[in-house]
């Protein structure tokens, strides 16, 4: 007996499936999938969370001195001629960045390895490559999931049964963070 659900596909081709319903469950907080593959995308997302609970405060907090390029009241560079040549002008800027420590950075990277990128386009701007954002969701992980659920112990993910598929009459489910 396999300790997976197969799902009727190729190795790859469902390895991708998961990855994108976990990549989508995280972004949007719950997705609309049928039972079988619920089942499987929870398994992943808990142990993604679980493992983002663990590391949420492992991190240290350093203040590094930055090189920033002075702008005007447009937006553009202030430049100015050195030797006959035009040189952008820096201001030096004190920064306060998180670094994370080297367990956390090897749970990003554990995570990272499931999670697509996630590209955000608003809504005004739809077609426009301009307004596009990309999604930070190992940050999003950290920062807002990991918190909520610190004072949990696993159970992170919650299955509705909807009803059966008109289609072919598999039972939909809605599968979310709860």
């Given amino acids: 007996m396999a300790g997976y659900r197969k799902l009727g596909r190729t190795s790859s081709q469902r390895k991708a499936l998961l990855r994108g319903q976990v990549t ?8 609309v999938t049928t039972q079988a593959r619920a ?3 929870a398994k992943i997302v808990e142990g993604i969370i679980a ?3 663990k590391e949420r405060d492992n991190f240290e907090t350093v203040t590094v001195t930055a090189k920033v390029p002075r702008k005007d009241e447009n937006g553009k560079r202030v430049k100015e001629v050195v030797d006959g040549k035009k ?5 030096e800027v004190q920064k306060e960045i998180k670094k994370d420590l080297p367990s ?10 499931v999670l697509y990128s996630v590209t955000d386009v608003p809504v005004q701007g739809a077609g426009r490559k301009k307004n596009t954002k990309k999604v930070d969701l190992v940050d999003k992980l950290f920062t807002e999931i990991a918190p909520k659920y610190a004072d949990r112990n696993g159970g992170y993910t919650r299955i509705v049964k909807i009803g059966q598929r008109k289609g072919d009459g598999a039972l ?4 979310e963070l709860v």
Avoid at 24 to 31: D, E, Q, S, V
Avoid at 87 to 91: A, G, N, R, S
């Fill in 24 to 31: 989508a469950l995280i972004n949007n907080g719950k997705i």
């Fill in 172 to 175: 939909e489910v809605l599968l």
């Fill in 104 to 113: 956390r950075l090897n749970a990003r990277r554990k995570i990272l390895s």
């Fill in 39 to 41: 089942k499987e995308t």
């Fill in 51 to 53: 493992l983002a609970v």
């Fill in 87 to 91: 040189k952008t002008v820096y201001d």
